[in-house]
Structures are given as C-alpha cells and as structure tokens.
C-alpha cells in the first residue's frame, strides 16, 4: 500500500508564496516521476510541475519562472516551491506519483491541499 501526504496549502495574498510539500510512503521500490495537479472551480485538472526521478523539472508555461519542483530521492519528498502567486493559481493541488511495489508501475494520488490567493 502506497500512500502520498500533502502538507503546505492555505490562504495567501497575491504577490505572496507557498511550499507544498508532499512524502510517499509504503512498500515502495522505485519512484518514478513526482509532481503536482491542480483542479480550479468550475475547470478541469490541469499538470502543475514534474520532476523526473533524475531531476528534470516540466512546468505549465503559466507558472514558470515563478514555481519550482525538486525532489529528495532519498526521502520520497516533492516540493513544489510557488512564488509571486496570483489569485488563478487559486485551486486544489494534488500530488502525484508514477510508484513500483515490485510489480508494474502504478500512479497515486494524494488527498489534495487548497491554495487559496485573495488579498
């Protein structure tokens, strides 16, 4: 059994930053790639950030030169780091996790963690 936790979201100001990080746990083999997902009200789910296991980061175009990913292979830790946050990265973030238990690799799915920008 594999589980992801968040931790990190909440209310913040535009202009303002957040880290959320996110730590798998379980019987795991390998890790894969790790990232983030975020779902906006009345919007469709849409890839935050990546970071392959080798730590090659794919970000939306929206927030680039304002996230950043990275990984600690060693720990089973995401972070994704949001600078000069605007009131549309407003969302539920989710974590996610392509993870081998020794058999084919699956994806996983944390609880999700409101971000909330609003002055």
């Known amino acids: 059994q594999v589980q992801l936790l968040e931790s990190g979201g909440g209310l913040v100001q535009p202009g303002g930053s957040l880290r959320l990080s996110c730590v798998a746990s379980?019987?795991?083999?390998?890790?894969?790639?790790m990232g983030w997902y975020r779902r906006a009200p009345g919007k469709q789910r849409e890839l935050v950030a990546t970071?392959?296991?080798?730590?090659?980061?794919n970000l939306l175009d929206s927030v680039k030169g304002r996230f950043t990913i990275s990984r600690d292979n060693a720990k089973n830790t995401v972070v994704l780091q949001m600078n000069s946050l605007k009131p549309e990265d407003t969302a539920v973030y989710y974590c996610?996790?392509?993870?081998?238990?020794?058999?084919?690799?699956?994806?996983?799915w944390g609880q999700g963690t409101q971000v909330t920008v609003s002055s």
């Open positions: 379980g019987s795991i083999v390998s890790i894969y790639v």
């Open positions: 996610n996790a392509v993870i081998s238990t020794g058999a084919l690799p699956q994806t996983y």
């Open positions: 970071v392959t296991s080798d730590g090659r980061p």
